[in-house]
């Protein structure tokens, strides 16, 4: 999908990778954008950076139906469409299935990783795919595409991680079904799974901690550079054969268990 002119919606886009993108895609490739975030600080700075011309801020909870819904249609009578939907938004929080003194985490912890980690994806998803059947189909009929966010704790999560790896791993296990039934109105599914990233939040980290971060990645021996994985998105609106693969972003490095 040529990306000139296309609306993009990119979820948790008002910081990190997502504000990466943002700014790669609307800068470099073109693209009007519309970053879905629930903080409402980092989105408006997102936009005065940005710009309004061809970039808006919604405040989202992807979790709630009403508030993406809401959303949605926003975009909708700013931009009258939806072409490519990225989403984003996650807690990463960690949390042991047992605390110090050998108690079992409380439910609600994990269900409130999975209301946004996995049912905010596909709340967004569902809600921007049946906008993508609407649009005018292209060169080999394509009218949309979806790149979830995944992550390498899908496949070795560390420590503390169950819920969020379970709800990462879950997102892989979307690409094929979403894709074999999206692929009927033109929409194509994919996933990145990305590695240690050298975003705001890890820059400020001590400099041990980050030389030590540094060692774990196998080549390039560095972090990634937010702009590789914008440019990951990118290739993967672009390239209309790439459907229903997950791509791990990661210089080959694996997560350790602590």
């Known amino acids: 999908m040529r990306i000139q002119d296309k609306v993009v919606v990119i979820t948790g886009g008002a910081s990190g990778l997502g504000r990466a993108t943002a700014q790669y895609l609307l800068e470099e490739k073109g693209a009007r954008v519309a970053i879905l975030d629930l903080n409402a600080a980092a989105g408006d700075k997102a936009i005065a950076d940005l710009g309004s011309h061809r970039a808006m801020f919604v405040q989202t909870d992807v979790s709630d139906d009403e508030s993406v819904q809401s959303a949605i249609h926003a975009v909708i009578a700013?931009?009258?469409?939806?072409?490519?939907?990225?989403?984003?938004?996650?807690?990463?929080?960690?949390?042991?299935?047992?605390?110090?003194e050998g108690k079992a985490a409380p439910l609600a912890k994990f269900a409130q990783m999975t209301s946004v980690n996995l049912n905010g994806v596909f709340n967004v998803?569902?809600?921007?795919?049946?906008?993508?059947?609407?649009?005018?189909?292209?060169?080999?009929?394509?009218?949309?595409?979806?790149?979830?966010?995944?992550?390498?704790?899908?496949?070795?999560?560390?420590v503390g991680q169950c819920a969020y790896s379970a709800t990462k791993a879950a997102i892989v296990g979307m690409?094929?079904?979403?894709?074999?039934?999206?692929?009927?109105i033109g929409v194509r599914v994919n996933a990145i799974a990305p590695g240690l990233f050298l975003t705001t939040m890890v820059a400020a980290l001590d400099g041990k901690v980050?030389?030590?971060?540094?060692?774990?990645?196998?080549?390039?021996?560095?972090?990634?550079?937010?702009?590789?994985?914008?440019?990951?998105?990118?290739?993967?609106?672009?390239?209309?054969?790439?459907?229903?693969?997950?791509?791990?972003?990661?210089?080959?490095?694996?997560?350790?268990?602590?």
């Not at 931009?79 to 299935?97: D, E, S, W, Y």
């Not at 993508?132 to 496949?155: D, K, L, P």
């Not at 196998?218 to 693969?245: Q, S, T, V, W």
């Open 78 to 100: 700013r931009f009258g469409a939806i072409h490519v939907c990225i989403n984003g938004a996650a807690i990463p929080n960690g949390f042991k299935l047992l605390d110090k």
């Open 125 to 158: 998803m569902s809600k921007c795919a049946e906008q993508m059947a609407r649009n005018e189909a292209e060169i080999g009929e394509e009218r949309g595409v979806v790149i979830n966010v995944s992550s390498g704790a899908a496949y070795e999560g560390q």
């Open 175 to 184: 690409n094929m079904p979403a894709a074999r039934e999206l692929g009927a």
């Open 210 to 258: 980050l030389a030590s971060l540094k060692e774990q990645m196998e080549a390039p021996k560095r972090l990634g550079d937010m702009r590789e994985f914008a440019h990951c998105c990118a290739f993967i609106i672009e390239n209309a054969y790439l459907n229903a693969e997950t791509i791990r972003l990661d210089a080959a490095s694996r997560l350790r268990a602590r």
